[in-house]
């Protein structure tokens, strides 16, 4: 994938009364002539809205059902309304993409942009649709620093270009000692794990990117913030014509105002948890409740498709809690959870009917299974479907050719594992065919299933005895039932495909 353009094409909705107007006007203007059309005209005629932003973590990625992310939501949403497709062309540098806004090189830039004073005299942003706040990183191994006094003599490092800096830069008028360092190409996840490791004393990042990453690197710890929390707004060109800016501006307000921006940034700053003590105990409860109402259905689609019907029920688990209802933003669904394309392609029509979804999901694992290279063999190859079930096949191959480029083994899962998180570092993923994945989610859906899996054949074991045993006119002894449960409480059952 060239990282340089992405474009994503869907069918668009029907338009609505006023864009049909506006698309009747602007096909007259063209006809007539009589004057140069508008932004929005242009727009519509051309069916494209073409947006610069940055491939990350809080812009867009490209996730196991397509491009996603919170300004990715947000823009297709406005694309949705206009009834066009969203290109979006990616930048690296902040300068060269408000250069670019100001050149009329795309329609507008959403990169998670700050809005400031010195930035607005480059670019006209809209009305802010999110708020963040500055904040100062330290590792917990040390003392947290109270007041800015506190980082003269220290080593602290920002991203370059960014507001961070600005503020730095506002500061060290009040405290000329203050010193820092600016690097480029940079994530708010490298700083993160910079402090972790120790590499630096101190970084300021947004409070979004630190909720985001901050499981992943648990010493860097926030020891205050700096300054009021900062608005994030697209940015347009400063230009009499108004035309699209006016709609964006609407879009924005509304999309604030009626809680579907608070609903989109809820959902991409939640996280797969592992598997606590109290999850575990749910997870037992739900085995006697909830599994038994679809354990036949598992079973009949894992004999078909060739499959442990333990593992596809820890999958369904893992995705639904076994819930046929279930929904997640993207309009993800069922108690397998398949996007439309994955149940088109199935041949699944009703993802919400259990029977179907459980058939679907086993079909699309499968699949997944099957598309892996031969070289992936026993159990490594179970663990790599999963991984490509949850992050999809292209971000799977990435983290394989990083592991060999690295000497590690990409047919092992056990080394596979290690680089798959790297694919949230700008230094690795920039360089990959696919882009920024949240690399460590994979690995932790991975180790959740198999922690279910394992739950899921001790159980089964267990009922399995039980039966033999109603079934003998004698039961065991006291001595015989210890020995059973010793032999069998807390095993590890390696997967294998049936």
Same mark, same amino acid.
């Given at each position: 994938?060239?990282?340089?353009?992405?474009?994503?094409?869907?069918?668009?909705?029907?338009?609505?009364?006023?864009?049909?107007?506006?698309?009747?006007?602007?096909?007259?203007?063209?006809?007539?002539?009589?004057?140069?059309?508008?932004?929005?005209?242009?727009?519509?005629?051309? @069916?494209?809205?073409?947006?610069?932003? #940055?491939?990350?973590?809080?812009?867009?990625?490209? @996730?196991?059902?397509? =491009?996603? @992310?919170?300004?990715?939501?947000?823009?297709?949403?406005?694309?949705?309304?206009?009834? *066009?497709?969203?290109?979006?062309?990616?930048?690296? +540098? &902040?300068?060269?993409?408000?250069?670019?806004?100001?050149?009329?090189?795309?329609?507008?830039?959403?990169?998670?942009?700050?809005?400031?004073?010195?930035?607005?005299?480059?670019?006209?942003?809209?009305?802010?649709?999110?708020?963040?706040?500055? *904040? &100062?990183?330290?590792?917990?191994?040390?003392?947290?620093?109270?007041?800015?006094?506190?980082?003269?003599?220290?080593? !602290?490092?920002?991203?370059?270009?960014? %507001?961070?800096?600005?503020? !730095?830069?506002?500061?060290?008028?009040?405290?000329?000692? !203050?010193?820092?360092?600016?690097?480029?190409?940079?994530?708010?996840?490298?700083?993160?794990?910079?402090?972790?490791?120790?590499?630096?004393?101190?970084?300021?990042? +947004?409070? /979004? %990117?630190?909720?985001?990453?901050?499981?992943?690197?648990?010493?860097?710890?926030?020891?205050?913030? !700096?300054?009021?929390?900062?608005?994030?707004?697209?940015?347009?060109?400063? +230009?009499?014509? +108004?035309?699209?800016?006016?709609? $964006?501006?609407?879009?924005?307000?509304?999309?604030?105002?009626?809680?579907?921006?608070?609903?989109?940034?809820?959902?991409?700053?939640?996280?797969?948890?592992?598997?606590?003590?109290?999850?575990?105990?749910?997870?037992?409860?739900?085995?006697?409740? #909830?599994?038994?109402?679809?354990?036949?259905?598992?079973?009949?689609?894992?004999?078909?498709?060739?499959?442990?019907?333990?593992?596809?029920?820890?999958?369904?688990?893992?995705?639904?809690?076994?819930?046929? /209802?279930?929904?997640?933003?993207? @309009?993800?669904?069922?108690?397998?959870?398949?996007?439309?394309?994955?149940?088109?392609?199935?041949?699944?029509?009703?993802? #919400?009917?259990?029977?179907?979804?459980?058939?679907?999901?086993?079909? =699309?694992?499968?699949?997944? =299974? /099957?598309?892996?290279?031969?070289?992936?063999?026993?159990?490594?190859?179970?663990?790599?479907?999963?991984?490509?079930?949850? *992050?999809?096949?292209?971000?799977?191959?990435?983290? #394989?050719?990083?592991?060999?480029?690295?000497?590690?083994?990409?047919?092992?899962?056990?080394?596979?594992?290690?680089?798959?998180?790297?694919? $949230?570092?700008?230094?690795? =993923?920039?360089?990959?065919?696919?882009?920024?994945?949240?690399?460590?989610?994979?690995?932790?859906?991975?180790?959740?299933?198999? /922690?279910?899996?394992?739950?899921?054949?001790?159980?089964?074991?267990?009922?399995?005895?039980?039966? %033999?045993?109603?079934?003998?006119?004698?039961?065991?002894?006291?001595?015989?039932?210890?020995?059973?449960?010793?032999?069998?409480?807390?095993?590890?059952?390696?997967?294998?495909?049936?």
């Amino acid at each position: 994938m060239d990282l340089s353009k992405k474009r994503t094409i869907f069918s668009p909705f029907p338009l609505g009364h006023t864009f049909a107007c506006l698309m009747l006007i602007a096909s007259c203007v063209m006809l007539i002539g009589s004057r140069p059309p508008t932004t929005l005209e242009l727009v519509l005629a051309q @069916g494209e809205l073409r947006v610069i932003s #940055r491939n990350g973590p809080t812009t867009y990625y490209e @996730g196991p059902y397509g =491009y996603t @992310g919170f300004e990715y939501q947000l823009l297709k949403r406005f694309a949705d309304e206009l009834g *066009v497709e969203l290109v979006i062309e990616d930048r690296e +540098d &902040l300068e060269h993409m408000f250069n670019d806004v100001r050149a009329g090189r795309a329609h507008l830039a959403a990169a998670g942009l700050t809005i400031t004073e010195s930035r607005s005299r480059a670019v006209r942003f809209s009305p802010p649709y999110k708020e963040v706040s500055q *904040v &100062l990183l330290y590792n917990s191994r040390t003392e947290a620093p109270t007041r800015i006094e506190d980082l003269i003599g220290t080593d !602290l490092l920002v991203i370059s270009q960014s %507001a961070h800096a600005e503020r !730095l830069r506002e500061l060290q008028r009040r405290y000329p000692t !203050l010193t820092w360092r600016e690097q480029s190409n940079l994530e708010m996840i490298d700083l993160l794990e910079m402090v972790h490791n120790g590499t630096i004393d101190h970084a300021i990042v +947004d409070s /979004n %990117a630190y909720q985001l990453n901050r499981h992943i690197f648990p010493r860097a710890w926030v020891a205050m913030g !700096l300054g009021e929390p900062q608005s994030l707004g697209w940015a347009f060109p400063h +230009d009499r014509d +108004d035309s699209l800016y006016r709609l $964006a501006h609407d879009f924005l307000e509304r999309s604030t105002n009626d809680g579907t921006v608070e609903r989109i940034s809820q959902s991409f700053y939640d996280h797969v948890d592992e598997v606590t003590t109290g999850g575990a105990l749910l997870f037992s409860y739900r085995v006697e409740h #909830r599994l038994p109402l679809w354990k036949e259905q598992m079973q009949q689609a894992a004999e078909e498709f060739g499959l442990d019907w333990r593992l596809l029920a820890a999958i369904g688990y893992q995705e639904s809690h076994w819930d046929p /209802n279930a929904r997640s933003y993207t @309009g993800v669904r069922g108690l397998m959870m398949l996007t439309m394309a994955a149940a088109k392609d199935m041949g699944i029509s009703n993802r #919400r009917d259990p029977n179907q979804s459980i058939y679907g999901g086993a079909k =699309y694992f499968r699949s997944m =299974y /099957n598309r892996l290279p031969e070289s992936i063999e026993g159990a490594d190859r179970t663990w790599m479907a999963l991984a490509a079930y949850n *992050v999809g096949m292209g971000h799977l191959e990435d983290a #394989r050719r990083l592991t060999e480029g690295h000497g590690g083994n990409p047919n092992s899962w056990s080394d596979v594992r290690e680089y798959l998180p790297l694919l $949230a570092k700008r230094q690795y =993923y920039r360089h990959t065919q696919h882009g920024y994945a949240r690399g460590w989610e994979p690995v932790t859906y991975v180790r959740n299933i198999q /922690n279910f899996y394992n739950i899921l054949t001790w159980h089964d074991q267990q009922e399995q005895r039980r039966a %033999a045993a109603e079934a003998q006119p004698e039961h065991p002894s006291e001595e015989e039932q210890r020995t059973l449960s010793e032999n069998t409480f807390g095993m590890s059952v390696p997967v294998s495909m049936l």
